[in-house]
């Protein structure tokens, strides 16, 4: 309430994989824009499902040892996806970001990718609008703030 965003973006109910702390993150979010009528648009962070399944092909070619399979559902099909934003110009600090949290061992995989396997991972923010009160939002977007004053 007291900063009033206009957006506000978040894990999935599943948190995009199953991860606790992403769910509970999911449950947070949306109890905070149920009780606060905030924000003007409510987005689920996603991956497209055809780029998943690109990135652990191009993961499997640099690491012949790497055998993690993504089940069949993993990730979201393109056509779900409202929003993709281009963040290239920040991917090294995103890595770095990454590899500074303990937290994030679980994906130590992508961490140790070659830097264009990670351009190729972190380059693109994508997204799935779940809440939207702004009539003059387009239907894909590559600005969350798109249709905003």
């Known amino acids: 309430e007291k900063y009033r965003p206009q957006v506000l973006i978040t894990y999935d109910e599943n948190g995009n994989y199953g991860h606790p702390d992403h769910i509970q993150a999911n449950r947070i979010a949306l109890a905070a824009a149920d009780s606060t009528g905030i924000p003007d648009k409510l987005y689920y962070m996603t991956i497209p499902r055809e780029a998943a399944l690109e990135m652990f092909e191009a993961m499997k070619a640099q690491d012949p040892e790497f055998d993690f399979e993504p089940p069949d559902d993993f990730g979201t099909p393109m056509a779900e996806i409202t929003a993709a934003v281009d963040v290239s110009g920040y991917t090294r600090r995103k890595a770095k ?12 995989a992508f961490l140790s ?3 264009p396997v990670q351009d190729m991972v972190f380059g693109t923010e994508f997204f799935i609008r779940h809440r939207n009160r702004v009539t003059t939002a387009p239907d894909h977007e590559t600005d969350l703030f798109a249709g905003l004053r």
């Open 97 to 108: 970001a990454l590899q500074a949290h303990g937290s994030q061992s679980d994906g130590a």
């Open 113 to 115: 990718m070659p830097e």
